[in-house]
């Protein structure tokens, strides 16, 4: 039961940020591509704290790809926490990434919550395994947008970044950093599309013989 409470107040909240992104675009008609602070606390709490769903993989709980499941949390955290707020503000990615992000985990938390209860209405596990197609790709859109905007900021202030000589005797580049990880998660994304592609077809395959019976 409190499980069943945390997956319905989590798909809760995440409706909430939805439709403050959405109020704050319509009410504001002057408002600029980004989302001047709209939710950040909210989106930072709730994607740090989906890093418990890589803790369920490696201990066993789920049996989902530890390697996959870092790499769909790692982008979403390293955005929310490592672009600075000002280009946050000014991007069209924060835009892309919140509603994409957004309508993802409402119908994914309600879809937990309903397996909870011993329910799995079709509909819902059909959105789940079908919106994939289109909000997969405008949230990792948003995500790299947002990252690539942020580096000649990065580059200028030279944010978090480690220069020689120094008591540790290393140095890292934390706008260098970001290049690699655009073209990282680039290169690892049609191998995570196809993966939930496979997913979908394996759970709607079993729906349909659940039909059929």
């Not at 000014?90 to 919140?98: E, I, K, P, R, Y």
């Not at 509909?123 to 405008?138: E, G, H, S």
């Amino acid at each position: 039961m409190i499980q069943w409470h945390l997956e319905s107040f989590t798909a809760f909240r995440w409706s909430t940020i939805l439709l403050k992104t959405l109020k704050y675009y319509i009410c504001n008609h002057e408002a600029r591509p980004g989302l001047n602070g709209t939710a950040i606390g909210e989106l930072r709490f709730f994607q740090t704290l989906a890093c418990l769903e890589l803790v369920h993989c490696i201990v066993g709980i789920v049996p989902s790809s530890v390697v996959l499941t870092f790499f769909q949390l790692f982008s979403r955290v390293a955005v929310v926490w490592g672009v600075p707020s000002h280009c946050m503000n000014q991007s069209v990615g924060m835009l892309l990434a919140q509603v994409g992000w957004s309508i993802t985990e409402v119908i994914r938390y309600i879809y937990y919550a309903c397996l909870l209860m011993g329910s799995k209405p079709y509909a819902i596990t059909y959105l789940r395994y079908t919106l994939f197609y289109v909000l997969y790709p405008i949230g990792v859109l948003g995500e790299q947008i947002l990252v690539y905007n942020a580096l000649p900021l990065v580059r200028a202030t030279q944010q978090w970044s480690i220069f020689l000589p120094n008591p540790w005797n290393i140095s890292f580049s934390y706008y260098y950093f970001g290049y690699f990880g655009i073209m990282l998660y680039l290169s690892v994304f049609p191998q995570l599309y196809g993966h939930m592609i496979k997913q979908r077809q394996k759970a709607l395959y079993k729906e349909k013989n659940k039909k059929s019976l």
